[in-house]
């Protein structure tokens, strides 16, 4: 079939799905009610079913009364047994798949089950929304005359007791139809090699041949993968060797640190940016408008979502609301039910509403990953945002960071120690800090309130790291590519610890 053809066929094919979305937009209390009274009706005769007593739920206020909030430490019990080959414990299908996730550098794994409906009504499905809502915005897109770069996790997949466990893209990379492959490079083959640096030298010998017109992947380690390519091809930047490259499809970790960097790389007034929001556990949401910055939250991929305020997360006051009830500007903790058997989950992440019609959201971190030892509530937004404002200012850029608190010692005030690999430093460090406290102290008035005379914090003690700090540091924990994450904000000092530590050994 002819490029030019099968482009056309693709797109009309993707943008049937416009109808669908616009329901949810328009409507999107009523979906929500009638996914959670699917899943629940899906799954009252499983063991978590029974003992929470769905055959007897008839709407979400009983719902929440029968069914507790749960974390994975609750619920990992119920995802051993269902691992060993038990069926019907919380989800009425069988569970073959379990995406491995440590959603950061921690040592404990999580075992994310992944029925074949969350595979189906939810992972592929996003994709092909992804695609959708991109074609609708642009309607010269030549998408399909190439092929997508994807980068995926580098963990082969393992059996154990009948089921499999691995990576999620390589999961969904080994559940993909056989015809997928044609409009993605690299191969499956090299898409699912385990070690690290083989496989970069793999997906560079295979992908720079290609007419590559779109990329898909985690921004830092997406971005490690271009300059190899650079390299390699001794291109200045990338459009010389993919003239047809359009769109960059993001996430797993905030795309602002990066920006300046893919701009460099990608220099083109009409390239597009187009973030999303997936994980282990589910696809949420996904950029639905040219030059944004804030994600739709997709309402029937069988995912039904509440939400905790943040000021009561953790507290005898906490208390999940259902998305009729949430605020513009809030930030809340995300609670997930859904069709692979998480009932009332903690998923970890926080989010802030930019609009309630429709309903549009922000990541704003994690609701481990915070600076609150003093009060001072410091969220992963307002550090990416203030080193955003910090390196335009200095003219540098960076490649990854961490925080950790300085603890108040004697008379010693506390503070933040700030570790930060830089692609390009600026001239003076202790300007890029000064810029730095009066950003973060413009974007959280709790921070400006300790930091004023130094009533409480001290200024952040910012260490320039050496170049391939954080690199080695992950290759140290196995936790080199793909979806493997470095821990922003920390209320302990085990991170920042190890990293001087390394740091010191070289």
Known sequence: MPLALFNSITSWFLKRRIDQIQEFVLDPHRVQERVLLELISNAKDTELGKQYNFAEVKNYQQFVRETPLTTYENFEPYVERARRGERNVFWHTPIKWFAKSSGTTNAKSKFIPVSEEALQLCHYKSGKDMLCLYLNNNEDSNLFKGKSLRLGGSKQLYEQNGTYFGDLSAILIENLPFWAEWSCTPSNKVSLMSEWESKLQAIVKEVKTENVTSIAGVPSWMLVLLNRILEDTQKQHLLELWENLEVYFHGGVSFIPYREQYKNIIPSDTFRYYEIYNASEGFFAIQDRNNSDEMLLMLDYGIFYEFIPMETFGTSQQKAIPLSEVEIGKNYAM???????????????????????????????????????????????????????????????????????????????????????FESAPESLEQFTEILDLELQKLNSDYEAKRYNNMTLNKPKVHSARAGLFHDWLKHKDKLGGQNKVPRLSNSREYVEELLKLRDLR
């Open 335 to 421: 609670v997930i039910s859904t069709n692979a058997g998480l009932w009332r989950y903690i998923i970890g992440d926080t989010v802030r509403f930019t609009s309630v019609a429709p309903y549009r959201i922000k990541i704003t971190g994690r609701t481990k990953h915070f600076i609150n030892v003093f009060g001072e509530e410091l969220i992963v937004e307002n550090a990416e945002r203030a080193l955003e404002k910090a390196c335009e200012q200095t003219n540098s850029h960076l490649i990854d960071y961490t925080v950790a608190p300085i603890f108040m010692q004697d008379k010693l005030k506390g503070g933040h120690e700030w570790v930060i690999e």
